[in-house]
């Protein structure tokens, strides 16, 4: 019985130790990153980057390609017929 128990803590620790250095870490880098990223200082940058691309966006003369507007073309006039009050819902809100 006493065996049983020393394998089993050896084992238990062994895999604690094997997770910790393997994914443990990189949990750790993740946590440390987005703390990074959290801080006011870099919201700040973020925010700067962001009005410097929607003013160099609005310069633009055209936003899309012309495969762009083709596809999202399609993609919202489907979605318009789907969401059109003429069409009976199933559920008959």
Do not use: H, V
Not at 14 to 23: A, D, E, G, N, V
Not at 47 to 66: A, R, V
Not at 67 to 91: A, H, M
Request: net charge positive.
């Amino acid at each position: 019985m006493k065996l049983f128990i020393y394998k089993t803590l050896i084992i238990t620790f062994l895999t604690l130790l094997t997770f910790q250095l393997t994914i443990g870490s990189k949990i750790n880098n993740i946590k440390a990153e987005i703390a990074k990223l959290s801080s006011p200082q870099k919201i700040n940058e973020f925010k700067i980057k962001l009005f410097d691309e929607i003013k160099n966006g609005t310069k633009k003369e055209s936003y899309f390609t012309e495969e762009e507007r083709i596809i999202l073309s399609e993609f919202i006039g489907k979605i318009k017929s789907e969401l059109s009050p003429q069409k009976k819902n199933k559920l008959n809100f």
